[in-house]
């Protein structure tokens, strides 16, 4: 008979609480979807309601009476904060686990943002800002333009190469290593060869005690066909896994996006309403929220008067409400107190921006930001994206001020967005009779003191919609012709 021992195990699982998976939730929220948010919650918590006019003192009181109606039982409990929570968390992990091994989150309910401008601009956003060499950078830059609108690779690692090439020699283990980077951004499983590779992806990504993810692997790997066909018992007997067994790993796979980039197409508009107001006051920039972001919400006295009163059944479940409204209204002091912090730490870092333009623009990641705030980089990815600041220049989304850096020859860094503020300028100065190549115009910022290849050039040039030099000259003729035919029908009218 084996002996038995008795062990002791020491781990650590991380567990989300609702108050923080609320506040995770409401920061990465715009105004739009934050407005129907809290109407949501006003409709079926009758503890909240909107203040009509009250001072802060109504609130406060508010506060003071339900604390007063709650029993020793529901003594409310602190609750980490959200700095607090976020140290060593990555927006490259949007699956997390609970401490009873569950899904914290649902399929529909990941941090990471999925409506943010076209997939190739959110992919090169994140390629700007992530940790690459140069070199890496221009081969995560190479695949993410050969991706189709489903988010699929259709280029081959050799098409890749050749693509880089004279410029940047790579071999295929190179190419592989960053393509795997790729595809470990959000969202995942994007530059994937096909649905197989992508939800293969999307699982090595979860954690690995996530139940059914071994088995969803394999099935992914070789038994994609019979998912497709509903077949069952061919899987039971391709497996042989028990039937419970394959149900769940069926359910994990069906739980995942087979085809992550089509979630980037049809993006509704909207109104551009901004979260923060940037003014000059006395030669200094100053930043304030709107003030629609704060709903006004407070306790709804009636109820609380009911719930010193009540008993039983309906105590508990006003008592329920209440916990729930105190989280609501602390979680969106939280999401504007993170907005504020971030937003002034952008403006502290980005004043030459604002005082001449963006050719003053600095480089600047969001490490940066996090560590100035205080917090985690990936809550200053939440609190800038699809978030809105008015400035006298114009209205910028928060994540407009970050911007990778572009070396200079005496050694120094430059922006990127400054760099294609030059090159606009000189774009825009070009005789019309011979336009700038490519490499004159890497040649001309060589000049100014900016270091950027010919390849690089041209994607600026591209970001900018701009054409190249053959398309400009075409067009300068036609605008010619155009002129001149223009001339001499004037001339033919005067006559």
């Given at each position: 008979m084996a002996d038995q021992s008795l062990q002791l195990r020491l781990t650590q699982k991380l567990a989300l609480a609702p108050q923080l998976q609320q506040a995770i939730r409401l920061l990465q929220l715009n105004r739009i979807e934050l407005r129907e948010y809290i109407q949501e919650a006003i409709e079926s918590n009758p503890l909240l309601e909107r203040g009509e006019g009250e001072g802060d003192g109504d609130s406060a009181q508010s506060e003071s009476e339900a604390s007063a109606a709650e029993s020793e039982d529901y003594g409310e409990t602190a609750e980490p904060g959200l700095e607090e929570w976020d140290d060593g968390f990555s927006i490259d992990e949007p699956w997390m686990t609970g401490s009873s091994g569950g899904d914290a989150f649902s399929g529909d309910s990941q941090i990471a943002d999925d409506t943010t401008g076209s997939l190739r601009e959110h992919l090169l956003w994140q390629i700007n800002l992530s940790h690459f060499s140069d070199k890496d950078a221009a081969i995560a830059t190479a695949i993410v333009f050969?991706?189709?609108?489903?988010?699929?690779?259709?280029?081959?690692?050799?098409?890749?190469?050749?693509?880089?090439?004279?410029?940047?020699?790579?071999?295929?283990?190179?190419?592989l290593a960053v393509l795997h980077r790729v595809q470990r951004m959000e969202p995942v499983g994007v530059a994937s060869r096909g649905p197989g590779e992508c939800i293969r992806v999307q699982l090595a990504a979860m954690p690995g005690d996530t139940p059914g993810r071994e088995l969803g692997t394999r099935i992914a790997r070789d038994y994609l066909d019979l998912v497709a066909d509903h077949?069952?018992?061919?899987?039971?007997?391709a497996t042989g896994a028990s039937e419970e067994r394959l149900v769940q790993a069926l359910q994990l796979i069906q739980s995942l996006d087979p085809r992550p980039g089509t979630r980037f197409d049809n993006r509704q508009d909207e109104y551009l309403v901004p979260d923060v107001y940037v003014t000059r006051v006395d030669d200094e920039w100053r930043v304030t929220l709107n003030p629609e972001n704060d709903p006004g919400l407070r306790l709804n006295r009636y109820y609380i008067d009911l719930l010193r009163k009540s008993g039983g059944k309906d105590a508990d479940y006003l008592k329920g409400r209440l916990q729930e409204a105190r989280w609501l209204m602390s979680s969106l002091e939280m999401r504007n107190r993170t907005l504020m912090n971030v937003a002034q730490t952008i403006v502290e870092m980005q004043q030459d921006f604002l005082d001449v333009g963006e050719i003053a623009?600095?480089?600047?990641?969001?490490?940066?930001?996090a560590?100035?705030?205080?917090v985690h980089e990936s809550t200053v990815s939440r609190a800038t994206t699809r978030k809105y600041m008015l400035t006298p220049r114009g209205i910028y989304e928060l994540k407009y001020f970050f911007s990778s850096h572009v070396?200079?020859?005496n050694g120094g860094a430059i922006s990127a967005t400054a760099v294609k503020a030059r090159l606009q300028m000189l774009l825009e100065h070009e005789p019309q009779d011979r336009p700038l190549s490519d490499q004159d115009l890497s040649v001309l910022l060589r000049e100014a003191g900016v270091r950027v290849a010919r390849r690089t050039v041209a994607k600026y040039r591209e970001s900018l919609g701009i054409g190249s030099s053959t398309e400009r000259r075409r067009e300068y003729?036609?605008?010619?012709?155009?002129?001149?035919?223009a001339e001499a029908e004037a001339r033919l009218d005067y006559r």
């Open positions: 050969g991706l189709d609108e489903e988010g699929f690779l259709e280029d081959s690692i050799e098409d890749i190469r050749s693509s880089l090439a004279p410029e940047i020699l790579t071999e295929e283990d190179e190419v077949d069952l018992d061919g899987l039971r007997k623009m600095r480089p600047l990641v969001l490490r940066e930001v560590e100035e705030v205080g070396q200079t020859v003729r036609r605008q010619a012709a155009l002129k001149r035919q």
